[in-house]
């Protein structure tokens, strides 16, 4: 059976991938990612970042945005809204401006409200900060918290609970999915926001892995455990790919990485608030890996030609 409907009968809520825009119009990747069967979620992998949804001050458009929501909508697919304050793709009229905490405040605001009230009622959840942290479990010194410290994280919180108060709100990094400084510092972001008295729903674990470096089942139940035992509710893995560090992938790495990928998959299962797996686009035909970590890739369940690989068996067995 495929992959959404064994995690629906597993108690999930989904099992998704990300898309993004450029590849709705390749009509063989389309047939397998509208199968709801198959992907009951759908992340745009792009289209609502800041730098798309506010490139000017003020200047709002959605137009890539929508495409992916609306296809989402038209097939009955759900969507994980993504991502409202990010250090990346963020138009530099934001990161080099000079601002006040006021500024600040009020530029936080307006793009919050004016893209979650867009979406209002369309997401079942929102990306509110994303990579907020360093691997060290320090905060990013990034335009947001120059300026605001990080008090600029309940303040997203907040701004986003008032325009879709139905939407269930994220904080999504990687390298949480174990535990470590990094986890330890998300379980802190978890209880500052919720101190402030704003709301906090979930933690996204991005899950950006390696072939052969995936934690044991047993640790990536301890790190999501921390999230729910902070307040958080539920938990999800958000960009779920797990690559060869080197390439071309031989049969037995193959194999590696669908233990790995069947870990990963367990380890979700065996926590009830775990409420999904999202892969970070299906194919390894249009994975964001190798035009950003050089000489790696082949991270998804389907190969570049659109065929499964022992990863998708690994994960439809175990689900
Ligand atoms: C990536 C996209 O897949 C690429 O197309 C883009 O060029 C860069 O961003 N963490 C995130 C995602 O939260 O938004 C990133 O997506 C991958 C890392």
């Known amino acids: 059976a495929q992959l ?10 989904y099992f998704g991938s990300a898309t993004d825009n450029g590849e709705l119009s390749d009509t063989a990747y389309v047939n397998i990612l509208k199968n709801t069967d198959e992907f009951g979620q759908i992340t745009p992998g792009n289209g609502q970042k800041w730098q798309y949804t506010e490139p000017n001050q003020g200047q709002f ?53 004016n893209e979650v009230g867009h979406y209002k009622g369309k997401c079942y959840s929102w990306d509110v900060v994303n990579e907020a942290l360093n691997d060290d479990g320090t905060y990013r010194s990034n335009i947001f918290y120059t300026v605001l410290g990080e008090s600029y994280i309940p303040l997203a919180f907040e701004a986003a609970a008032a325009a879709d108060p139905a939407a269930k709100l994220y904080y999504n990094d990687y390298n949480i999915e174990a535990t470590g400084a990094k986890q330890a510092s998300t379980v802190k972001i978890v209880t500052l926001v919720k101190n402030a008295g704003a709301r906090i729903d979930g933690v996204g674990m991005q899950a ?31 960009e779920l790919d797990i690559r060869f560090s080197s390439l071309p992938a031989t049969d037995s790495g193959l194999q590696q990485q669908a233990t790995d990928y069947a870990t990963v998959t367990k380890a979700c299962l065996a926590v009830k608030a775990c409420v999904g797996i999202t892969i970070w686009d299906y194919t390894d035909k249009y994975s964001w890996i190798p035009s950003t970590f050089q000489g790696q890739g082949a991270a998804l369940l389907y190969d570049d030609n659109l065929s499964k690989k022992p990863a998708w068996t690994a994960v439809s067995s175990v689900l």
Not at 215 to 233: D, E
């Open 4 to 13: 959404n409907k064994l995690a629906k009968a597993a108690g999930k809520l």
């Open 61 to 113: 458009s959605y137009t890539q945005g929508d495409q992916i929501v609306d296809f989402a909508a038209t097939n009955g697919q759900i969507v994980r809204c993504h991502t409202l304050v990010w250090y990346s793709q963020l138009p530099s009229w934001v990161s080099s401006g000079s601002w006040t905490k006021d500024q600040m405040t009020s530029i936080i605001n307006t793009h919050i409200s």
């Open 208 to 238: 950006h892995l390696i072939v052969g470096s995936v934690s044991a089942q047993s640790t990536l139940q301890s790190a999501m455990n921390s999230y729910i035992s902070a307040g958080a509710t539920e938990v999800s893995y958000t």
